[in-house]
DNA sequence: CGGAGTGGTAAGTGAAGACTTACGGTAAGT
DNA sequence: ACTTACCGTAAGTCTTCACTTACCACTCCG
C-alpha cells in the first residue's frame, strides 16, 4: 500500500502516469514528452511498476508501458477506509467551532 | 493535487494520518504513540494540514487535529478519472499478451 | 504574576531519491 | 554478421526531506 502514494507524489512520475492513461506508450515516446532524460523515465517506470500503477509488455524491441487498474484500486479502496470517517469528524469539528 | 500524494507517501505521515482517523488527537497524544520526537509530528501536521488531509481547532492550551475529508475527496476525484480508463487499457494489454 | 503544560519554529545532520552520463544487452533490418 | 534502434542498469552528483535538539510563545491554574 505504501508504495503508490510515494509513486505518485513525484511531479514527473504523475505526469507519465496520466499520459500514460491516456494511450499505451514505449519508453522513448514518454521520454520524448518529458524534460527528463530517457534513462529517467526508465527508472520512474520501474517505481510505477512495482506499485502496479503500470505494466509492461514486449513490443518487438520496444516495451509498451501502459496503466494498471490494481494499484489505483489499492489506492481507492485505502482513501475509502477513512471516508465516512472523515466527514463524520469533519462535521462534528465543525459544530465545536461554532461554540 | 499534487500535495496530497507526497503527504500520505512518508509513512510516518501515514501513521498520524490513521491514528487521527480513528479520533481527534492533540500533538502530545500523536507523538506519545510514535517513534519521533514531537517536534517531528508538528511538522508532520503541517504538510498533512497543507494537503488538506488534516484540520485543526484550538482547544485551551491544546490543539485538537482532525481527518479533513477535502483532501481525501481530491486524491478520490483523481483516481478516478483513471479508474475506467485503467480497466480497458488492462483489459486490452491481457489480450495482447494472449497472442 | 510565577510555574507547568502545551506546541510551533530554527538550525543542523544524515539519509533518501531524482537526475545525469556511460555502458551493455537484445531485437529487427540490410 | 554488422548496424541501427530500443531499453535497462551502474555509478556518481546534488537536492530534498525527515529527524534531532534548542529555543520561544501562549494558555491555564495556583
New interface residues.
Partial sequence: M?YQ??A??D?TR?QV??R???R?LSVGELAAGLPVSRPAVSQHLRVLEQARLV?S?RDGARR?Y????RG?EA??DY?????D???A??K??AE??DE
Avoid: G, N
Fill in positions: 505504501a502514494f510515494a505518485l507524489a511531479p504523475r502516469f496520466e500514460l492513461a491516456k499505451s505494466s509488455r509498451l501502459s496503466v494498471d487498474p489505483i489506492m481507492r482513501l475509502d477506509k477513512f471516508w470517517r472523515a466527514l469528524a469533519f462534528e469539528a465545536k467551532d
